[in-house]
T-cell receptor, first 113, second 114 residues
């Protein structure tokens, strides 16, 4: 079965510091990869996705992620954290020829002034 | 509409009551998904529709859960004889076509079963 692992359920960063959220997936065939953000009492908003092509994907709000097949990883980064980045972030996959999203457990980001 | 809408946003039910949760997808979107998000966890897949056809219901946790999309647009998730373990946020998502299209999520319905 497809699984997604997000290392660290909580991450605390200082405003202006690098944000790094880790995501690994288990699949022999590379799936389609997504990062979603969830603000309190809201639904999930797509940050970025990887389907095919360039392995470095740029998304909204200055986030980017790199697909590394050899490491089965899709880590999310942002060079400089902003207070508005405080939220919960979910990595998710759709397996090839599939439809449903399989999510990781989420990482809650706290941004310190 | 501009996005996916869900109603009610909050629902409190007594154990044993039946509840119905509504999802209005983005107009014209073919695919519709329901997910369940327990407190502190990532969403988990419940069921998937392509137009009015329910193509995958493998995630429904028990036969108390039932979903329909009779005209291929609005969908209703019904939970019969609610139990405390049903307490969760129920998220609806839609996508333009099938397959690995981006799924757009609604705000969710927070269900609390007492």
């Amino acid at each position: 079965a497809q699984s997604v692992t997000q290392l660290g359920s909580h991450v605390s960063v200082s405003e202006g510091a690098l944000v790094l959220l880790r995501c690994n997936y288990s699949s022999s065939v590379p799936p389609y990869l997504f990062w979603y953000v969830q603000y309190p009492n809201q639904g999930l908003q797509l940050l970025l996705k990887y389907t095919t092509g360039a392995t470095l994907v740029k998304g909204i709000n200055g986030f980017e992620a790199e697909f590394k097949k050899s490491e089965t990883s899709f880590h999310l980064t942002k060079p400089s954290a902003h207070m508005s980045d405080a939220a919960e972030y979910f990595c998710a996959v759709i397996k090839a020829a599939g439809n449903k999203l399989t999510f990781g457990g989420g990482t809650r980001v706290l941004v310190k002034p | 509409g501009a996005g996916v809408s869900q109603s009610p946003r909050y629902k409190v039910a007594k154990r044993g009551q039946d509840v119905a949760l509504r999802c209005d997808p983005i107009s014209g979107h073919v695919s519709l998904f329901w997910y369940q998000q327990a407190l502190g966890q990532g969403p988990e897949f419940l069921t998937y529709f392509q137009n009015e056809a329910q193509l995958d219901k493998s995630g429904l946790p028990s036969d108390r859960f039932f979903a329909e999309r009779p005209e291929g647009s609005v969908s209703t998730l019904k939970i019969q004889r609610t139990q405390q373990e049903d307490s969760a946020v129920y998220l609806c998502a839609s996508s333009q076509r099938q397959g690995q299209e981006t799924q757009y999520f609604g705000p969710g319905t927070r269900l609390l079963v007492l």
